[in-house]
């Protein structure tokens, strides 16, 4: 029940194209759902977050959709570029654990120019 | 603010050797968060600390692995002895508080032969 799943584990994708990254959840307690982008030798630093009580949240091209019935959530790079070629972390945490993040398996993005 | 500091980069050493990871976070954040990352299992809690005192060591996998935090600004995550299993990247992350987020830092890359 602490699981996130994400999928797809890798993803090839145009320049200019939309890319879509997915992540579902069971626990009803987490609160917190954010993603975090790594680029190789990097360590993970956030990109965007949302919290459960909206259902979208949008910075520049990046945008959170956030399903709360159906317990997933998505992240979408809008006019995707060979920069944001990285690996994409979905990530929850549970409202009572202070602070406790609980990582999806990452996604690998790969934008061809 | 430099960011998360984490030291070694780069560790190599032989299956039954003491390694030593050591972490300085951001100052004034009063969480402080051991991962480890692999291929296989990606992005693993190992333990967090609030206001230098463990919080939650669960994610840590057996004894042969400890942390500690004897001040605000300075931590250490030792494996005694190290086993090949353990080649990974660990990453220390800070934050202000338990709902802020969490700052990585740039990762040792351990290699046990």
């Known amino acids: 029940q602490q699981q996130v799943k994400q999928s797809p584990q890798s993803l090839i994708v145009q320049k200019g194209g939309i890319s879509i990254i997915n992540c579902a959840y069971e626990n009803t307690a987490f609160d917190y759902f954010p993603w975090y982008q790594q680029f190789p030798g990097k360590g993970p630093a956030l990109l965007i977050a949302i919290r459960p009580d909206v259902s979208e949240k949008k910075e520049g091209r990046f945008t959170i959709s956030f399903n709360k019935s159906a317990k997933q959530f998505s992240l979408h790079i809008m006019d995707s570029q060979p920069g944001d070629s990285a690996t994409y972390f979905c990530?929850?945490?549970?409202?009572?654990?202070?602070?406790?993040?609980?990582f999806g398996k990452g996604t690998k993005l790969s934008v061809k120019p | 603010d430099a960011g998360v500091i984490q030291s070694p980069r780069h560790e190599v050493t032989e299956m039954g050797q003491e390694v030593t990871l050591r972490c300085k976070p951001i100052?004034?954040?009063?969480?402080l968060f051991w991962y480890r990352q692999t291929m296989m299992r990606g992005l693993e809690l190992l333990i967090y600390f609030n206001n230098n005192v463990p919080i939650d060591d669960s994610g840590m996998p057996e004894d042969r692995f400890s942390a500690k935090m004897p001040n605000a600004s300075f931590s250490t995550l030792k494996i005694q002895p190290s086993e090949p299993r353990d080649s990974a990247v660990y990453f220390c992350a800070s934050s202000f508080s338990a709902d802020a987020t969490q700052y990585f830092g740039p990762g040792t890359r351990l290699l046990v032969l």
């Open positions: 100052s004034g954040h009063d969480y």
């Open positions: 990530a929850a945490r549970n409202g009572g654990s202070q602070g406790n993040l609980i």
